[in-house]
């Protein structure tokens, strides 16, 4: 029922795009914020950005100006378009779901993707 299931990942040059997108019930879309959060081998998980249920957004300072977050209700779909990528995007990401605006983006949400591996080379 809470599912979530990314996609769009892959390998890119420096300066390239992607676009991620997470794939959710119509239940965990309609009812919980969710957020796209980041992971690369020796570092924490961490926010990358939210999209809350009243629409606002945040994003890390690192990704701002960069990365997009939206959503398409008809598909019940988050996306994450990442432009101008650097080297140091690379990590696997992860799409997230909560009803708690503190609790998601501390990472501390409830509902997780298996996540998808973004890899950029300079």
Known sequence: QDQLVESGGGSVQAGGSLRLSCA?????????????????????????????????????????????????NAKNTLYLQMDSLKAEDTAMYYCAADDSPSALWAGRGNYWGQGTQVTVSS
Do not use: N
Not at 42 to 50: I, L, M, N, S, Y
């Open 24 to 72: 959710a019930s119509r239940y965990t879309y309609m009812r919980y914020g969710l957020g796209w959060f980041r992971q690369s081998p020796g570092k924490e998980r961490e926010a990358v950005a939210v999209l809350y249920k009243g629409g606002v957004t945040r994003y890390v300072d690192s990704v701002k100006g960069r990365f997009t977050i939206s959503k398409e």
